[in-house]
Structure formats: C-alpha cells, structure tokens
C-alpha cells in the first residue's frame, strides 16, 4: 500500500506571496492532519478534516486554510506569507488510532 | 490541551534498555497516551498507544502508571536506528494531536 505523498517536497516563495500545499493520504483514510514544524517551536498541530470537512484547527492565523476533496486529497494554502512561515509542512493521514506521516513539503520563505 | 513533560535528552549504550519518561499531570480519563518517534529527516513515525493498561508491541512497551500521571516508553534493546526524537502525546476525542518538544535519544555504538 502507498504511504502519504506531499506535493511538491521543496518550495522557495518571497514574502507576501501565497502557496498551496498538497496531500494524498493511504488508500481508504478519510482523515487527513497538517503539522507545522520548525526548530524554535516543534510540531504544531495546524488542522483536521475527515470527509471534506473541517474537523479540528490549530491556534494559527487564518492566513493559513485547507480543504479536503471527495477522493480524500487534501491541500492547504497560506497567503501573505511571512518569513516565519519557513518550515516543514507534514501532512498525516488516520486509521482509527494511528497516524501516518508524509515526507514534508520544505517551504523557504525569502 | 493536555500537556506532557518529557526530558529534552537522553542517552543510551547500544543494545541496553531504554526507558524514556512522560509525565502528563493533567491527564483526563478519556485520554489516550500515544508515543511517536521521528527519525532524521523524516516525518514522525508511530511507535504505541495505550489507555491504562501497559501495551506491547514489535517496537517497544509502553509502561502507564496506575494514577495515569506518567508513562514511560521501554525499548528494550536500542540500536542505532532508534536514535530519534521521541514524542509523548496526549490524545482525547478528536484527532488534535499536540507534540510538545521531545526526547532526542542519542544511541552510543
């Protein structure tokens, strides 16, 4: 079975530009979870969406949106973007306990 | 959201036991404790979940003290492959997974 595929691994945008950012989850998950991760703060839980829906968010501005297809593909979209928003970008898809992360798509913001 | 507590670092002999704390005070009834690992340049990777009860696996055990309070992954024979940071995770209902900061394990061949 295919793992998580993040599209595209590496990125470079300037500052106030806006980028999408995508996920295709294992065959048969329905969730699908996006993490930002950066040195000085982690792992931070950004959102949640199980059938096209937005189930759980993150404590980040609403610069940063996602949505979820019918087929379970999932993208998210941060516009304006700020030098702070340099960081990996995973993407995790569930079964009922367990999640399974992609490889990260690196954003560089310059 | 619950929080957890785990030392920034650890060390261990290749081929010894490990035991890496997680202390979670502030554990609700309904949370689950779940332990991630990430290996360099990788995302994280599932390691065990349990409730109460202490949980087996392939990769590790994971010990649940009887107040809840703390729990603590045991691999039991480190290798070097094992060196990664590892993540002590509070799950209630829902899928909102907060990570914390870890526990970089250092393996010594």
Known sequence: K???????????????QQVTLSCSPISGHRSVSWYQQTPGQGLQFLFEYFSETQRNKGNFPGRFSGRQFSNSRSEMNVSTLELGDSALYLCASWTYDEQFFGPGTRLTVL | ???????????S????????????????????????????????????HGLTSNVNNRMASLAIAEDRKSST?????????????????????????????????TVIP
């Open chain 2, 1 to 11: 959201d619950a929080k957890t507590t785990q030392p920034n670092s650890m060390e």
């Open chain 2, 13 to 48: 002999n290749e081929e010894e036991p490990v035991h890496l704390p997680c202390n979670h005070s502030t554990i609700s009834g309904t949370d689950y404790i779940h332990w991630y690992r990430q290996l360099p340049s990788q995302g994280p990777e599932y390691v065990i």
């Open chain 1, 2 to 16: 295919a793992g998580v595929t993040q599209t595209p691994r590496y990125l470079i945008k300037t500052r106030g």
């Open chain 2, 73 to 105: 992954l045991i691999l039991h024979r480190a290798t070097l492959r094992d060196a990664a940071v590892y993540y002590c995770i509070l799950r209630g209902t829902g899928n909102q997974f907060y990570f914390g900061t870890g526990t970089s394990l």
